[in-house]
Structure formats: structure tokens, C-alpha cells
T-cell receptor, first 113, second 115 residues
Framework: GNSVTQMEGPVTLSEEAFLTINCTYTATGYPSLFWYVQYPGEGLQLLLKATKADDKGSNKGFEATYRKETTSFHLEKGSVQVSDSAVYFCALTKDTGRRALTFGSGTRLQVQP | ETGVTQSPTHLIKTRGQQVTLRCSSQSGHNTVSWYQQALGQGPQFIFQYYREEENGRGNFPPRFSGLQFPNYSSELNVNALELDDSALYLC??????????????FGPGTRLLVL
């Protein structure tokens, strides 16, 4: 079946540090890949997505590239801010059948001033 | 454009009771999906509704059931509540399911506590 594996957190960084959160997936066919962010006490917000191999999703300074050869979709940001502190979820949907999101377990990011 | 809304925001029930959670989809969206998020975990897919019909179901027992109405709003019903049903229940809306790339937009969730 489909699955998503994320690096365990929490990840603690100082403001303006470089961020990488690793995400790898297992799926047949050509899934679409997503990063969602969850701020404390809130629901999930879409951060970025990529729908085919070598696509790069980007938003608010965050980027992730769909790498089919390594089945990865790592999230990066060049300079994090305190306001980026949240839980980040990597997810996928299959290209056929049920249109459900399969999520990783989430990675908590804490940015210190 | 109105986003996804859910009610109530919090709920406390006792084991064995029944609960109904509600969701209003984002304007123009005709598909609603429900997810259960246990504390410290990623959301797990419960089921999806498209044009008032169930369009896929995750690994949840039949005591989890749902409805979608003609205005595309939706309900999640859980019967015979168990302690492990305590979680954040998230509703997400999207356009017609096609190709898997359509984005799902989430509501703020309903936090259910079962005592």
C-alpha cells in the first residue's frame, strides 16, 4: 500500500537557519505529493504541491522537488523565521482509485529567536 | 470565498454514546473527505463523499458513517463511541476527484474527547 515516511522531530533551529525536512514515499504509479502545515490549535493548510516527477512546488520561501528516482519530496527553506514554528506533514494521493491523502506522521519545527 | 467550516469545535462524550460532526465545504467544492488525527499522529482517511455518494473508505469500522447533502455539506456520525475515538476530526473539501492532483482544503477540525 501507500506510505509516507518523515524524519522524526522535533527539529529545533535558530532564526535564519537553513531547513530541511526529509520525506520519502512508497506508492505505485505516479502519485501527487503535498506538504501541509499545522499551526498550534489549527487545521491543516496546504503549503505546496507537485504533481509529476521533477516538478518543484514552492510557497512562502519553502520549496520541495518531486524526485521519482529516490521517491523523495524533501522540504527546504533557506532562512526560517520564528513564525514558521509548526508541524509539517508530507502527504500523497494516488493517480487512480480512491482520492485519499496518505500522510506521514509529521515533523515538529521549533524556531528560536 | 468562504473556507471550510466545522462544528462544533470541541465535544466531550462518554463511552457508548453517539456523536455527529458537521462540515460545510468551501464554496464551489463538491467533494468532502473526513480524517481522524490522533494526538501526535498524521491524519488518517475515514471516507470521502462526492455528489452525495460515498467515494472511498479507509480502514474504519462501520460505526463510522457519513452523509453528504445537496449543498455539499457533510456529516460524520460515530456510534458506540470508544476511548480510542478521542481525536481531532478534520474535514477537507475539494473539486471533483480526477487524477489525484486536486488540492484538499481543510477545516479547523472538531476535537472529540471520549471519557
Amino acid at each position: 500500500g501507500n506510505s509516507v515516511t518523515q524524519m522524526e522531530g522535533p527539529v529545533t533551529l535558530s532564526e535564519e537557519a537553513f531547513l530541511t525536512i526529509n520525506c520519502t514515499y512508497t506508492a505505485t504509479g505516479y502519485p501527487s505529493l503535498f506538504w501541509y502545515v499545522q499551526y498550534p490549535g489549527e487545521g491543516l493548510q496546504l503549503l505546496l504541491k507537485a504533481t509529476k516527477a521533477d516538478d518543484k512546488g514552492s510557497n512562502k520561501g519553502f520549496e520541495a522537488t518531486y524526485r521519482k528516482e529516490t521517491t523523495s519530496f524533501h522540504l527546504e527553506k533557506g532562512s526560517v523565521q520564528v513564525s514558521d514554528s509548526a508541524v509539517y506533514f508530507c502527504a500523497l494521493t494516488k493517480d487512480t482509485g480512491r482520492r485519499a491523502l496518505t500522510f506521514g506522521s509529521g515533523t515538529r519545527l521549533q524556531v528560536q529567536p | 470565498e468562504t473556507g471550510v467550516t466545522q462544528s462544533p469545535t470541541h465535544l466531550i462524550k462518554t463511552r457508548g454514546q453517539q456523536v455527529t460532526l458537521r462540515c460545510s465545504s468551501q464554496s464551489g467544492h463538491n467533494t468532502v473527505s473526513w480524517y481522524q488525527q490522533a494526538l501526535g499522529q498524521g491524519p488518517q482517511f475515514i471516507f470521502q463523499y462526492y455528489r452525495e455518494e460515498e467515494n472511498g473508505r479507509g480502514n474504519f469500522p462501520p460505526r463510522f458513517s457519513g452523509l453528504q447533502f445537496p449543498n455539499y455539506s457533510s456529516e460524520l456520525n460515530v456510534n458506540a463511541l470508544e476511548l480510542d475515538d478521542s481525536a481531532l476530526y478534520l474535514c477537507a473539501s475539494s473539486l471533483a476527484p480526477s487524477g489525484g492532483s486536486e488540492t484538499q482544503y481543510f477545516g479547523p477540525g472538531t476535537r472529540l474527547l471520549v471519557l
